[in-house]
Nanobody, 115 residues
Framework: QVQVVELGGGLVQAGGSLRLSCTVS????????MGWYRQAPGKQRELVAQ???????NYADSVKGRFTISRDNAKITVYLQMNNLKPEDTAVYYC?????????WGQGTQVTVSS
């Protein structure tokens, strides 16, 4: 059974930074691509950043240049460094495999950016 725990969200002013972390257990973490997803109120969940098992990354245009995804396979953890945050980044952030597992969704962590 896959278990995912996301941490690091909070309230921050526009222009500020946050670092999210996600620990994954119950699967062979190192062989899978991982991603950070977000869901804003009234909107569909979207993939904002992904990292392959080899460390290659890809980002949604809306966060490119501001967010950085990384992973530590020894710690079975994936990170999302978010800089220059904007009010439109306000959402619940989740991590999951890419493509996502239905059973791989955790509780998420709330990020709120005030203007």
């Amino acid at each position: 059974q896959v278990q995912v725990v996301e941490l690091g969200g909070g309230l921050v002013q526009a222009g500020g930074s946050l670092r999210l972390s996600c620990t994954v257990s119950g699967t062979i973490f190192s062989i899978y691509a991982m991603g950070w997803y977000r869901q804003a109120p009234g909107k569909q969940r979207e993939l904002v950043a992904q990292i392959t098992s080899g460390g290659s990354t890809n980002y949604a245009d809306s966060v490119k240049g501001r967010f950085t995804i990384s992973r530590d396979n020894a710690k079975i953890t994936v990170y999302l460094q978010m800089n220059n945050l904007k009010p439109e980044d306000t959402a619940v952030y989740y991590c999951n495999l890419v493509p996502p597992l239905v059973r791989g969704w955790g509780q998420g962590t709330q990020v709120t950016v005030s203007s």
